[in-house]
């Protein structure tokens, strides 16, 4: 078993490493493909991902999100959402405020599917501010014995 030395300066070294990594990427074009556009969203849905025998379920809680607005693409094992809220209130009316907690713009959100979901069958709702998508799995090939001859 080897010991190491508790070094607190290193914790605070790779907290400020990842703190850099996540603002470099802010300041990338937003335009550009790639990991940089989960990091430029304005928010991003909380999410709840449950597995069936039959299929898995991923549910967002999108609250204020027209449903028209939502778009759900699935490419390449990738399923992708975006959407936008938008603001309830004109700018003149927001520069009344003195405070905003409610978060408004785009979010983004990807998922990695595992190879047994069936992509030509998922379906997505969106009633009352919850993003519902079900993604049925695969029918399993079930095993046959093969007669060996003699």
Known sequence: MALSRYDPLRTLSQLQSEMNRLFDHRLEDEDSPGPSAAVASDWSPPVDVAEDTDQYM??????????????????????TLRGERQPEQSEEELAKYKRLERVRGTFYRRFTLPDTADSEKVQARCRNGVLAISIPKQERVQPRKIEVES
Not at 64 to 77: A, F
């Open 58 to 79: 991923i549910t967002a809680d999108v609250p204020g999100v027209d449903p028209d607005s939502i778009e759900v693409t699935l490419e390449n094992g990738i399923l």
